[in-house]
Nanobody
Framework: QVQLVESGGGLVQAGGSLRLSCALS????????MGWFRQAPGKEREFVAA????????NYTDSVKGRFTISRDNAKNTVYLQMNSLKPEDTAVYYC??????????????????WGQGTQVTVSS
């Protein structure tokens, strides 16, 4: 059974930082592209960042470029999202997700087949 478990959300003041973690089990982590998405209240889920299986390719939505960094540790089967200079508009439930086949790299939400349970990030002004 493929499973993603996220951690690291919380409440932070504007300008602060958080690091989200997401551990994958049930697939050979080092072969799979991973992504982070978020969903704010009343809004659709949106792409935040993606990383290729090797970590050599990354992609970010424009609103987080220069503030967020996606990375992975293939020895720990874990993908991270380092979030700096947080803004109130970053408040959302953050989800990690994995692509369904090895060596894929996509940013489209519909391409991902397994999702974590989500972790709440709240940024106060």
């Amino acid at each position: 059974q493929v499973q993603l478990v996220e951690s690291g959300g919380g409440l932070v003041q504007a300008g602060g930082s958080l690091r989200l973690s997401c551990a994958l089990s049930g697939r050979t982590f080092r072969n799979y592209g991973m992504g982070w998405f978020r969903q704010a209240p009343g809004k659709e889920r949106e792409f935040v960042a993606a990383i290729s299986f090797s970590g050599s390719n990354t992609n970010y939505t424009d609103s987080v470029k220069g503030r967020f960094t996606i990375s992975r540790d293939n020895a720990k089967n874990t993908v991270y999202l380092q979030m700096n200079s947080l803004k109130p508009e970053d408040t959302a439930v953050y989800y990690c997700a994995v692509l369904p086949r090895p060596y894929m790299f996509y940013v489209d939400l519909q391409r991902y087949d397994v999702w974590g349970q989500g972790t709440q990030v709240t940024v106060s002004s």
